[in-house]
Nanobody, 115 residues
């Protein structure tokens, strides 16, 4: 089964952009539906975006038009490009891989949007 490692989080100002990455190891990456979730203290983890093995994408309403999920199966990596960031996007962002009832999580990467 795959293992996931997120990277690319950091501190940015409102309106700026950031790209977070999730590198997978362990094989069969291309067969997993990949997700980005985010979580803030005291709140449930929220699904931000999803990309299927065929490349079909879905987004939560609050990020549509600003965030783009993509995958590079040759590099076993999924990305989340975040543009026009807002303070309310501040969260820990988690990568998730799912296939046939199996759900695998990364450790998370923190994104802080603040002036």
């Amino acid at each position: 089964q795959v293992q996931l490692v997120e990277s690319g989080g950091g501190l940015v100002q409102p309106g700026e952009s950031l790209r977070v990455s999730c590198a997978a190891s362990g094989g069969a990456f291309g067969t997993y539906t990949m997700h980005w979730y985010r979580q803030t203290p005291g709140k449930e983890r929220e699904l931000v975006a999803r990309i299927t093995p065929s490349g079909t994408t879905t987004y939560t309403d609050s990020v549509k038009g600003r965030f783009t999920i993509s995958r590079d199966n040759a590099k076993n990596t999924v990305y989340l490009q975040m543009n026009s960031l807002k303070p309310e996007d501040t969260a820990v962002y988690y990568c998730n891989a799912r296939r046939l009832g199996l759900s695998i999580w990364g450790q998370g990467t923190r994104v802080t949007v603040s002036s």
